[in-house]
């Protein structure tokens, strides 16, 4: 796959409910990313595919047992990523590279605690959740607000229209607005205007919820630096704990997503997300060999 054996990389493809990842171990192999390098792997068309690339590192705090990194498809490194937490805690130990478990992993924002049951579920400890809107950050100001049980939504003017959002801080921000129904939400117009308006700093993660019941909800995600992902795992756990402080849901609530089921805990302090993860296939890649080829065809 190319002259210089140590631009080889060998890589995992896994998925959480659809959400689809290019899985890098860095314990064992140098791992050098760009964001030409990830951009190259996530291609649809010319590299192997996905909506993120997660790569698995040494650990530089001794309160973690690895560090844990998350890239978008187009080459943005991202604070944290639910689905691929899970993917990442199946793949250290399918890869036998610790069997501890729980696991401790470093993210940008801190350390999280993921645990892997006999029957192929991972549970993972979410971390802080905030409110504030400049934890997102997001600039609300002159923005008309309402409250909504002890939640407060922002109205955030958009082309040709507007949505109520939720802004929720999962070590990556949310917004989240409740619609009708997802089949037929508009997030194909409204989440790139979401995600990339100008009043979100580091951009956003735009979730349309669905509530069926007190314990269920239907969720479209379109996802920073991804666009819309068949599951999306902070997404699943903001629209969860938007929902409970509007008073419309109840924990532990069933989070449909196009990808599969995941169910979100939270008492108002320790968020749990549980849900599957799964290898689909292996390989090998000469990394700058497709970069340029890729350059090539732009």
Known sequence: MGDNPSMIWNFTKMHGAGNDFVVLDGVRQT????????????DRHF???AD????????????????????????SEVEHCGNGARCFVRFVHEQGLSDKNPLRAEIVSGVI????????????????????????????TGLATRQQGQDTLYTLPLDGAEADLSAVAISNPHAVQV???VATAAVARLGPQIE???????????????????????LRVYERGAGETLACGTGACAAVAAGIRRGL????????????????????????????????????IDIDKLVFSMALNR
């Open 47 to 49: 590299g192997v595919g």
């Open 179 to 181: 619609v009708p129904d």
């Open 196 to 218: 990339s308006h100008p009043r979100f700093a580091r951009r956003v993660n735009a979730g349309f919820m669905q509530i069926i019941d007190r314990h269920t909800i239907a």
């Open 31 to 42: 791992i050098d990313m760009t964001p030409e390098r990830a951009r190259a792997l996530g």
């Open 113 to 140: 605690l993921l645990d892997e049951s006999a029957d192929g579920q991972v549970t993972v400890d979410m971390g802080v959740t905030r409110f504030d809107p400049a934890a997102l950050p997001f600039d609300a």
């Open 249 to 284: 849901l109840d924990s532990p609530v069933r989070v449909q997503t196009r990808g599969g089921v995941l169910t979100i805990a939270w008492d108002g302090a320790q968020l749990r997300m549980t849900g599957p993860a799964q290898s689909v296939f292996h390989g090998q």
């Open 52 to 75: 993120q690339i997660l790569l698995v590192e040494r650990a530089t705090r001794p309160d973690a047992d690895f560090r844990y990194r998350i890239f978008n498809n187009d080459g």
